[in-house]
């Protein structure tokens, strides 16, 4: 019988569900696994569908390897998932209209935390 404190120092990937997929090559097995790396996990939302070990990410692995076995290329893949989940599940989304605070965020953010830092030093010098 297993004690509590041997319980928790085992690892936690220990327990993970891993996939198991036949590939027909090495060429095919690189190509899922570049294509699951640039996809984001919608659970996650910080891990890419390889790295995910959420149930949705492993229903879309399913689906991609399902894909690609039917002869479907990266592209068509890729916009089949865009069309059905939208622009977040790519690690890397288009300049678009839509996703422009994705990109411009980031800056946006850093300039006003810069101005507001200014505005408090300035503030607290006439003092």
């Given at each position: 019988?297993?004690?509590?404190?041997?319980?928790?120092?085992?690892?936690?990937h220990?327990?993970?569900?891993?996939?198991?997929?036949?590939?027909?090559s090495?060429?095919?097995?690189?190509?899922?696994?570049t294509l699951?790396s640039?996809?984001?996990?919608?659970v996650?939302?910080?891990?890419?569908?390889?790295?995910?070990?959420?149930?949705?990410?492993?229903?879309l692995?399913?689906?991609?390897?399902?894909?690609?076995?039917?002869?479907q290329?990266?592209?068509?893949?890729?916009?089949?998932?865009v069309?059905?989940?939208?622009n977040?599940?790519?690690?890397?989304?288009?300049?678009?209209?839509?996703?422009?605070?994705?990109?411009?965020?980031?800056?946006?953010?850093?300039?006003?935390?810069?101005?507001?830092?200014?505005?408090?030093?300035?503030?607290?010098?006439?003092?």
């Amino acid at each position: 019988m297993m004690s509590i404190a041997t319980f928790f120092c085992l690892p936690t990937h220990v327990f993970a569900a891993t996939d198991n997929y036949a590939f027909v090559s090495a060429t095919q097995a690189t190509r899922f696994q570049t294509l699951t790396s640039q996809l984001r996990c919608l659970v996650c939302q910080n891990q890419t569908l390889a790295d995910s070990e959420a149930p949705l990410a492993a229903d879309l692995r399913h689906q991609i390897y399902i894909k690609m076995q039917a002869g479907q290329t990266d592209a068509q893949i890729v916009a089949y998932l865009v069309a059905r989940y939208g622009n977040f599940i790519l690690y890397r989304p288009p300049f678009v209209p839509a996703t422009l605070f994705l990109w411009l965020g980031p800056a946006l953010f850093l300039l006003l935390a810069g101005g507001g830092l200014l505005f408090f030093i300035r503030i607290n010098r006439k003092v």
